[in-house]
């Protein structure tokens, strides 16, 4: 049997392209859905005034949303997608002086206000860091707990962020996403055109990229929003 043989620059260029990591196309979210976080103008106070605030689900249920990470002291939690650092102090307080906190966004804007906050505050466990579209910048094995905020539905390339935020939690680690349900029929107009998809799909996307759910946990005062935790095997 005669092997094929390769001229030695398509040789290469084929090896490459076989070792070359495959990166994900552009998920289906509305066009421009992070830009108003990225726009050098963005207004940090507005932000912190539109979702701090009791109205808000996640800010007034914060305490039972908190605990569904479990977090003991001494652990490092990452705040993935902080805004304006909502849950950076619960979080603070939560881990203790001897843990850390990783705050991350894609945002220098928040990450600016946040760093901020914290130095305010006098935070020395918070660590305050920028991320980008694809990664959430974190070492490997480096934090015990993830956390997402009405986050996952921002995500632009879903399973690329996916893969980063496995690699950056050590195994048994825990990852709660919260975020808004999708719900033809009950669900409000703006957010059907916001949420590209309902939990069921964001579930599978995450147990696809190598989570498993570990429970739905009913918050109290929810109503738009779900809160499901995983484990990162």
């Known amino acids: 049997m005669k092997l094929l043989r390769l001229p030695p620059l398509l040789l290469a260029l084929a090896l490459s392209a076989c070792a070359a990591p495959q990166q994900e196309t552009r998920t289906a979210v509305p066009e421009g859905i992070n830009d108003s976080f990225l726009a050098e103008d ?6 912190a005034e539109r979702w701090e605030l009791e109205s808000r689900e996640v ?9 569904t990470l479990e977090l003991q002291p001494g652990e490092t939690v990452a705040d993935i997608g ?3 650092g909502l849950y950076v102090e619960p979080f603070a ?3 203790g002086p001897e843990g850390r906190v990783l705050a991350v966004d894609i945002s220098p804007k928040f990450i600016f206000h946040v760093r901020e906050r914290a130095e305010a505050a006098g935070l020395g466990q918070v660590e305050v860091l920028l991320s980008n579209e694809r990664s959430a910048e974190l070492p490997e094995a480096s934090v015990d707990a993830a956390f997402l905020c009405d986050v996952y539905h921002h995500f632009e390339y879903h399973e690329d962020m996916l893969r980063s935020i496995r690699r950056a939690l050590k195994p048994g680690g825990r990852f709660v996403v919260v975020d808004f349900d999708r719900v033809p029929g009950v669900t409000r107009e ?5 949420i590209r ?4 799909v964001f579930v599978s996307e995450i147990e696809a990229a190598g989570f498993r759910m570990d429970q ?9 929003n779900y809160c499901v935790r995983f484990v990162r095997d």
Do not use: C, P, Q
């Open 59 to 67: 800010y007034a249920n914060r305490e039972e949303i908190l605990a």
């Open 197 to 200: 998809a309902g939990k069921d």
């Open 216 to 224: 739905e946990i009913e918050i109290s005062g929810f109503e738009e």
């Open 82 to 84: 902080t805004g304006t």
């Open 93 to 95: 307080a939560a881990v």
């Open 42 to 47: 963005a207004d940090v106070d507005r932000f």
């Open 190 to 194: 703006w957010l059907m055109g916001h």
